[in-house]
């Protein structure tokens, strides 16, 4: 799957990602996932309606009529896929900067395509086999306004409303002008909380900060958060299927830990959740403490959902599944990462505590994240080679899921190579600060000597 990789297609719109490819992927879904009708939706990207358009007339050249639900968080398009048993086409980059657009295809089911049809998708785009209809069989195009109500209800139902209000609990909320500044600012107040914003207008420039939920670009929230006195900060991605939060007292909290108290408050014993190979220790330790198993997958949120599956039709319950950048996902409610019913998730945890007192029981382990970059394919060789040898002598025990995973019962470190980017990214978390750095120093220092050589 070299296009559409463990998250989509994306890239640099107008460079990368231009008309003309939209246009083909719009032919090549129409012609491989078919069906009489498709919905196409988009996040609040500059060029999303350039694209979206492009889809369009893609579907419509093979025949498919198309419902267009413009801007839309990309768990609505979802939920309008599942409801009307229709495939769906989601432009967004996601987290991904404005310059940046792509595409996620959903099925009829509402699910992201699974990666057998994301292969069909491409061979029919690789070999031109688009099916394309006579003039008088092309499809056509209607819009449809209901799926921003329809998604707001959903959510609001699917959460214990009268608890949730009842704790008059206030909700600073930054959508950070994308797509869940339609629907974010609602679902809360439903809910019975008071709402105060903040890059709540959704706009192309992203002019407040970048769609990446990071603590970077989430300082503003820290001060709403204690500027309005809120109970709990909460920020999406562009396409607002992701939620991290922010404690009572205007701190960051780790997705990490916002993970592993979903996962305690919904995880029994003999059930399953899964994780990336970057899943943090914590997550482990509130999956041993349910008697509950956690399987780690490559990173990405494609690789998850086909595990997930998998699990699903060996009669396992897996009841919740995500990684640490806020992609959770509750599989009894929709097999889709969703940053609305996510925080609505945690705010039921903060009913009775506040947040930081929620996240103190997952507490006590610290994370170092680092990268080295490489210039030439020498160099990249360089780089693997010396993860190898450095695995090969450790005395951790090995994982090779993806990339180099060395697990040491107190503290784990991995490397593995970006999807994305010419640099292999090192993780490392153990109980003292000390150790985290040491563990991740180690590898740095190997990956130095090989440069060096290289
Ligand atoms: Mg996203």
């Known amino acids: 799957m070299e296009l559409f990789g463990s998250s989509g297609i994306r890239g640099v719109a107008n460079e990368t990602v231009t008309p003309g490819f939209c246009l083909r992927v719009g032919m090549a879904v129409g012609t491989v996932v078919g069906g009489e009708r498709v919905a196409v939706g988009r996040d609040t990207r500059a060029t999303g309606d350039m694209f979206a358009n492009a889809v369009v007339s893609?579907?419509?050249s093979?025949?498919?009529?198309?419902?267009?639900?413009?801007?839309?968080?990309?768990?609505?398009?979802?939920l309008y896929a599942e409801r009307e048993t229709v495939p769906a086409v989601m432009i967004t980059a996601s987290h991904n900067p404005a310059e940046y657009n792509g595409t996620k295809l959903v099925g009829a089911d509402g699910i992201e395509l699974p990666v057998?049809?994301?292969?069909?998708?491409?061979?029919?785009?690789?070999?031109?086999?688009?099916?394309?209809a006579r003039w008088d069989g092309t499809g056509d195009e209607r819009r449809v306004e209901s799926g921003r109500e329809a998604y707001v209800?959903?959510?609001?139902?699917?959460?214990?409303?009268?608890?949730?209000?009842?704790?008059?609990?206030?909700?600073?909320?930054?959508?950070?002008?994308?797509?869940?500044?339609?629907t974010s600012p609602e679902i809360f107040r439903e809910l019975g909380c008071s709402v105060v914003t903040v890059n709540a207008q959704p706009d192309s420039q992203f002019p407040g900060r970048g769609p990446e939920p990071v603590p970077e670009n989430l300082a503003d929230l820290g001060r709403l958060v204690r500027a309005a006195d809120a109970d709990v900060g909460i920020a999406h991605d562009g396409d607002a299927d992701r939620a991290i939060f922010f404690d009572e007292r205007g701190e960051y909290i780790e997705g990490d830990a916002t993970l592993?108290?979903?996962?305690?408050?919904?995880?029994?014993?003999?059930?399953?959740?899964?994780?990336?190979?970057?899943?943090?220790?914590?997550?482990?330790?509130?999956?041993?403490?349910?008697?509950?198993?956690?399987?780690?997958?490559?990173?990405?949120?494609?690789?998850?959902?086909?595990?997930?599956?998998?699990?699903?039709?060996?009669?396992?319950?897996?009841?919740?599944?995500?990684?640490?950048?806020?992609g959770v996902l509750f599989p009894e409610y929709r097999l889709a990462r969703d940053g609305a019913y996510t925080a609505a998730r945690f705010l039921e945890l903060l009913v009775d505590r506040p947040a930081s007192e929620v996240v103190a029981d997952v507490g006590g382990y610290h994370n170092v994240r680092?990268?080295?970059?490489?210039?030439?394919?020498?160099?990249?060789?360089?780089?693997?080679?010396?993860?190898?040898?450095?695995?090969?002598?450790?005395?951790?025990?090995?994982?090779?899921?993806?990339?180099?995973?060395?697990?040491?019962?107190?503290?784990?470190?991995?490397?593995?190579?970006?999807?994305?980017?010419?640099?292999?990214?090192?993780?490392?978390?153990?109980?003292?600060?000390?150790?985290a750095h040491e563990l991740a120093d180690e590898l740095e220092t190997a990956f130095d000597a090989a440069l060096a050589d290289a």
């Open 58 to 60: 893609g579907l419509q």
């Open 116 to 132: 057998e049809e994301l292969e069909r998708v491409e061979t029919a785009l690789d070999e031109d086999e688009f099916a394309r």
């Open 260 to 326: 592993a108290v979903l996962a305690a408050s919904v995880l029994g014993s003999d059930e399953t959740t899964v994780s990336a190979v970057t899943a943090s220790q914590r997550l482990a330790d509130v999956t041993e403490r349910a008697g509950a198993d956690l399987e780690r997958t490559p990173v990405g949120s494609t690789r998850i959902i086909s595990r997930v599956r998998d699990l699903e039709s060996e009669g396992r319950s897996v009841p919740i599944a995500g990684e640490g950048n806020g």
């Open 62 to 78: 093979v025949g498919c009529d198309v419902d267009c639900l413009g801007v839309l968080p990309t768990p609505a398009v979802q």
């Open 370 to 435: 680092t990268t080295v970059g490489y210039g030439s394919d020498a160099e990249r060789e360089a780089l693997l080679a010396a993860i190898a040898r450095h695995a090969e002598a450790s005395a951790g025990e090995l994982d090779t899921t993806d990339g180099y995973r060395l697990d040491f019962g107190d503290a784990w470190v991995l490397a593995r190579e970006s999807g994305t980017e010419p640099v292999v990214r090192i993780y490392a978390e153990a109980r003292e600060t000390d150790r």
């Open 153 to 182: 209800e959903e959510v609001v139902g699917a959460v214990d409303r009268d608890r949730v209000g009842g704790a008059d609990l206030t909700v600073a909320l930054d959508p950070g002008h994308g797509a869940g500044a339609l």
